[in-house]
């Protein structure tokens, strides 16, 4: 099946960017519960110096990820960037101490988020920024204006949102240009999921818009294999290629859409190296009908 190397973000603005559709998120280059410094300093730094040497030019980040975390490994593995990398941020929610997660998303946590970000990533202008949909006091239509004033005033070069779901994504589309989305996605996590408190809303329930917009989907927890039952069409795939079940599952979203761009993530280099083998899986159209 035909499984395009390459995608365009904002392709119909004045500055679209090109990237690889293998990219990297670095939520895992954290300590445990994504917070604090990563177990392994060196291994991390080594992934994103390996990553960039490997040809990723996507990376996905958040100033809440440790808190500060990747953004501050990034700057310190991989600075100066190179001209066509591109660093994906997410604005929209904070951390506590005791780990818990709250919206972050009032105008002046927002701009305070970008400043953050442009800080700690060294950067005059944030390239893509996420505005990550968490509830809150702040209503999403409010939340947008605060974001597409920042892109006017040059702190924003391309806006997209996370976490959205079908009239969130509507919704900022009339509002102004939705560059990408960032939804959770994988083979066994397709639809809206609860856990806790928190809720991620599913890449399929948005897909078709992207696509039908040529809106880049960008997966995020792509990875998770059970929900709850083992994902068993993935591992017969697996087996059938001779590979591990993620690789297996990484393939079949580059083979889903054209319009899919994973970031698997990790903190071993030995598995980042076999997640990024698996843009060679070439899966046949009697694979993908399977695993339907």
């Excluded at 946590?109 to 968490?134: C, G, P, W, Y």
């Excluded at 004033?149 to 994504?169: A, C, F, P, W, Y």
Aim: aromatic share 8%.
């Amino acid at each position: 099946m035909s499984n395009p190397t390459t995608i365009t973000i904002a392709g119909n603005s004045k500055h679209p960017l090109t990237v690889n559709r293998l990219g990297y998120g670095t939520m895992r280059l954290t300590g445990e519960g994504i917070y604090g410094e990563p177990p392994n300093r060196p291994e991390a730094l080594q992934i994103l110096k390996k990553a960039v040497e490997s040809g990723v030019n996507f990376i996905d980040t958040a100033d809440y990820y440790g808190e500060d975390v990747t953004n501050r490994l990034i700057a310190e593995a991989i600075y100066p960037y190179r001209d066509d990398l591109v660093i994906c941020t997410k604005v929209g929610g904070a951390r506590k101490p005791d780990k818990s997660w709250i919206p972050y998303n009032k105008p002046e946590n927002l701009r305070a988020s970008i400043e953050n970000n442009l800080r700690t990533l060294k950067i005059d202008q944030v390239t893509l920024v996420h505005f990550r949909a968490m509830g809150g006091a702040m209503n999403f239509e409010q939340a947008m204006e605060t974001m597409f004033k920042m892109q006017q005033e040059g702190k924003i070069l391309h806006v997209g949102v996370s976490n959205v779901t079908r009239d969130d994504l509507q919704t900022a589309m009339k509002m102004g240009e939705i560059a990408s989305v960032e939804n959770m996605y994988g083979h066994a996590q397709r639809t809206t999921h609860k856990a806790g408190h928190m809720e991620s809303n599913g890449g399929e329930e948005v897909l078709d818009i992207c696509e039908k917009n040529e809106i880049p989907l960008v997966p995020y927890f792509s990875l998770f294999l059970s929900t709850p039952k083992k994902d068993v069409r993935i591992a017969e795939i697996a087996k059938k290629y001779g590979v591990n079940e993620i690789q297996a599952n990484i393939a079949w979203l580059l083979h889903k859409s054209p319009w899919i761009l994973p970031i698997p993530g990790t903190s071993s280099l030995v598995h980042f190296e076999e997640n990024i083998a698996a843009a060679n899986i070439k899966l046949t159209k009697e694979d993908m009908d399977f695993l339907q």
